[in-house]
Nanobody, 124 residues
């Protein structure tokens, strides 16, 4: 089992930045790829970013490329999502997830463990 807890969400003005963190506990975090997903009211959960076990492979949704950066620290058992140049359409609940595989994936269905989510609200 892996337990994930997100933090760092909040209210920010358009153009601002937030840094989300995901603290992992339980089994060896470094064996898991991780991802960030988000869900806005009335919309399906969507992929944001993913990273392989060692950080060597990354992928981003087109909507966040060049603005968001995913990273991880396997010593501290944390994952991070740096979000810059935020837009109102980035407002959503953000979830971190881990999968029992070292390779990243953009599909939410392959992730085994999920955090409870953290709210990000971007005002215009």
């Amino acid at each position: 089992q892996v337990q994930l807890v997100e933090s760092g969400g909040g209210l920010v003005q358009a153009g601002g930045s937030l840094r989300l963190s995901c603290a992992a506990s339980g089994r060896t975090f470094s064996r898991y790829a991780m991802g960030w997903f988000r869900q806005a009211p009335g919309k399906e959960r969507e992929f944001v970013a993913t990273i392989s076990w060692n950080g060597g492979l990354l992928d981003y949704a087109d909507s966040v490329k060049g603005r968001f950066t995913i990273s991880r620290d396997n010593v501290k058992n944390t994952g991070n999502l740096q979000m810059n140049s935020l837009k109102p359409e980035d407002s959503a609940v953000y979830y971190c997830a881990a999968r029992s595989n070292t390779y990243p994936s953009t599909s939410s269905s392959v992730y085994n463990y999920w955090g409870q989510g953290t709210q990000v609200t971007v005002s215009s």
